[in-house]
């Protein structure tokens, strides 16, 4: 009787993940990083908020901008880039 061996394969197999190293183990679920993203309200690119370099915070509110050329043009007049998205 030896059919132990091919359900086990089989489990190894089912979506999870176990790190060899931690022995930490993952689903699928988990496994898909969340990549969230803001509109640079100055040129409207999306930036990746968790690598951005160049953030600010106007009213309570944080932003997100692709250089430090947007966020200087924002940090200088913010209400103007606010209402432009607005309009849009
Ligand atoms: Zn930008």
Redesign the pocket.
């Given at each position: 009787m030896q059919t132990i061996d091919l359900k086990k394969l089989g489990l190894q197999n089912s979506g999870n993940y176990c790190d060899p190293f931690t022995g930490e183990c993952y689903s699928d679920l988990v496994q898909e990083t969340q990549m969230t993203t803001k509109i640079?309200p100055?040129?409207k690119?999306e930036v990746e908020t968790e690598t951005a370099k160049y953030t600010s915070e106007y009213e309570g509110e944080k932003y997100y901008?692709?250089?430090a050329?947007?966020q200087r043009e924002f940090d200088e007049n913010p209400a103007q880039f606010l209402q432009a998205s607005a309009h849009d």
């Open positions: 640079d100055v040129c690119m901008f692709c250089s050329g947007c």
